[in-house]
């Protein structure tokens, strides 16, 4: 399962990555406005807050294999 990442920028660094990213959806909740975007093929949802921050959310790349690898046995 992919664990998901979030992080707190000000309302400038939102304006910037919506000026990049593909909106495929917004609405207004509150006082806030939730956006689904779509940054370079990466999913990803930022939440604008009326104290002028924004909590942006996305997805960890694939998840690696936590096996340890055993080299086959010489013959």
């Not at 940054?39 to 002028?52: C, I, K, R, T, Y």
């Amino acid at each position: 399962m992919n664990r998901l990442n979030w992080r707190t920028v000000p309302q400038g660094a939102l304006a910037q990555l919506l000026d990049k990213a593909r909106l495929d959806d917004s609405r207004a909740v509150g006082t806030a406005t939730v956006y689904h975007l779509n940054v370079d093929g990466q999913e990803m949802m930022a939440v604008s807050l009326s104290d002028g921050q924004a909590v942006v959310v996305e997805v960890n790349g694939a998840p690696k294999n936590k096996r340890r690898r055993v080299d086959p046995v010489a013959r």
